[in-house]
């Protein structure tokens, strides 16, 4: 069974950097385009950024310059790098195969003084 298991939320102050791990099962990883999203609770589900089977990446506009995803292909595992945090990058953080019902559990992110 094809699963997506992330890692890495936390706690942290405004301005401190955290990173998100997704690791994936089966063979389908290295083929296709893979994406975050995050959730805030009250708020629908929003898109974060996306990295393409080739490597090519966009963001939301609000976490351009701050956010870096990236893929292992080896490792069958996909980051998300965030730097400069916000009290409002505050969510549940999921990965996903875009176009799909693919997603993890999420993992929490909580930016607070």
């Known amino acids: 069974q094809v699963q997506l298991v992330e890692s890495g939320g936390g706690l942290v102050q405004p301005g401190a950097s955290l990173r998100l791990s997704c690791s994936a099962s089966?063979?389908?990883?290295?083929?296709?385009?893979m994406a975050w999203y995050r959730q805030a609770p009250g708020k629908q589900r929003e898109w974060v950024a996306t990295?393409?089977?080739?490597?090519?990446?966009t963001y939301a506009g609000s976490v351009k310059g701050r956010f870096t995803i990236s893929r292992d292909r080896e490792k069958n595992t996909m980051y998300l790098q965030m730097d400069s945090l916000k009290p409002e990058d505050t969510a549940r953080y999921y990965c996903?195969?875009?176009?799909?019902?693919?997603w993890g559990q999420g993992t929490q992110v909580t930016v607070s003084s």
């Open positions: 996903t195969r875009p176009g799909t019902v693919l």
């Open positions: 089966g063979s389908f990883f290295n083929l296709y385009a």
């Open positions: 990295i393409t089977s080739g490597g090519t990446t």
